[in-house]
């Protein structure tokens, strides 16, 4: 857990209300802001209802609000098939200086044995067994399941209700969509695409889109 008391969410869309809704069970922080690049005052009525109470600027505020005491930020922009803008983002953080903790929901399962980087969300009822290794600002969603000794790369994305059985390695800026399942010893390659509802039994090479059971690589 942080030390600091206000966190920032950035990016305004469907993955801060998974992430939000975990920090308000989490009850960590007495003030969390939510920042969004098209966010302003004048558009303020066309943001989500869910954040607009937590509306605190666009990404042109963040050097001031790190000034005002918002020293913990969080990723949430998605990164389905792109985490350019991600990327974009937590490297600014660390420019400003941004400490980016990991949000782990009250319901996640987090192995003593397994090793985090930074900025990574582990949703509800999500499972990191033992001696796994997650890279920064991964996203685990909802029920995945990365078994023992798996290795997911910097700025995976993990949809809901995946399962990588042991030592499957996911390099970074890779997607698996929601329902997949990865046979043991799989290596998927780095900034890929498996299709939701896919079974990988076999390796799959960087840079391509993949799916269906068996999992197929389609184009690159």
Not at 145 to 154: A, L, M, Q, R, V
């Amino acid at each position: 857990m942080s030390n600091y008391k206000n966190i920032l969410l950035l990016g305004a869309g469907g993955h801060c209300l998974s992430v939000l809704d975990s920090l308000m069970e989490l009850a960590w922080y007495d003030k969390i802001g939510v920042v969004d690049k098209n966010y302003s005052s004048e558009n303020a009525g066309n943001c989500n209802p869910c954040l607009e109470k937590f509306m605190v600027g666009d990404d042109s505020d963040l050097p001031r609000l790190f000034s005002e005491g918002y020293t913990n930020a969080f990723i949430t922009v998605g990164s389905i098939g792109n985490t350019s803008s991600r990327r974009k983002l937590y490297l600014l953080l660390k420019q400003i200086g941004y400490q980016m903790p990991n949000i782990i929901d009250c319901n996640g399962v987090v192995s003593k044995n397994a090793s985090l980087g930074e900025g990574i969300y582990v949703g509800k009822n999500a499972v990191i067994n033992a001696f796994s290794e997650v890279g920064n600002c991964a996203i685990l969603n909802t029920s995945s399941t990365i078994e023992h000794e798996c290795k997911i790369g910097d700025f995976v994305h993990i949809a809901p209700g995946c399962t990588l059985c042991g030592n499957v390695q996911v390099e970074e800026d890779t997607h698996i969509g929601a329902g997949s399942v990865i046979k043991q010893g799989i290596h998927i390659g780095k900034n890929t695409m498996i299709g939701m509802g896919s079974v990988v039994l076999g390796d799959i090479k960087s840079g391509v889109t993949a799916f269906g059971s068996p999992c197929k690589e389609v184009k690159s």
